[in-house]
């Protein structure tokens, strides 16, 4: 993908279910996904590590999919 942004700037935000001692949660960038209509998911214990760029019916899916197999 070329865009010309860079995501390794981007702005993460974290999953507003993530509780306080953070457990296993994802985190997204809006501000990416305004700019580029590419939605930038990665694992929030792992912010240096790879994320996943999805389009807004894959990112929808992916939440579909958290909600229905959350404990």
């Excluded at 305004?34 to 990112?59: M, N, Q, W, Y």
Aim: with cysteine; aromatic share 8%; proline share 7%.
């Amino acid at each position: 993908m070329s865009d010309g942004i860079d995501p390794t700037q981007a702005q993460w935000v974290k999953s507003s279910f993530s509780g306080p001692e953070g457990g296993q949660c994802i985190e997204w960038s809006p501000g990416y996904a305004l700019t580029t209509g590419v939605i930038l998911v990665r694992d929030s214990k792992f912010p240096k590590g790879p994320h996943l760029a999805l389009t807004g019916e894959a990112f929808a899916g992916l939440v579909a999919l958290a909600r229905n197999t959350a404990g």
